[in-house]
């Protein structure tokens, strides 16, 4: 049951996204890729790399906001230059497949800053994928020990070390609009 809410929900936001990605033109993939390069420019560097004028592009910019195909904008700090140099990728399997356990898990993990990313994945032996970021391998066992095992409902966890980022990008491609 929980697999078909969120199947649906994810159907609803693609079939919005699509109806808009029909809309996009030009100048809002320029204003895209340009934004996912830096997002901290201003309204005019933006506009003259994009080739529009100030209050133009700062109308398409606002559209996309309000239309949640810009979410936010964030700084990209360097994990290992702030001393967190371990990234682990972790597995989890869930006891039951029930809403409740799934809401309870999802909101607790929430409020971890160590998890960076948290998927409800399919076709695998895991219910989740976490990637989580801490300074070393006592960090780690704390953070599993302390605070993923004492999660109600958990009844495996797998975790993978990451040795080397071979890509580690936020950019989403726009190719494809």
Known sequence: MSDKFHLNKLL???IAMNEYSAKFDRHDRLILAALQQDGGLSNLELAERVGLSPSPCSRRVQKLEESGVIRGRAALLDSKALGLGLTVLIQISMDRHTPERFENFEATVRTYEEVQQCYLITGQS???LLKVVVPDMDAYQAF?????TRIEGVSGVHSSFVMRKVIDTTALPLSYL
Do not use: E, N, S, T
Request: glycine share 0%; hydrophobic share 45%.
């Open 126 to 128: 895991a219910d989740y």
């Open 144 to 148: 599993l020990l302390d605070k993923i």
């Open 12 to 14: 609803r936001r693609f």
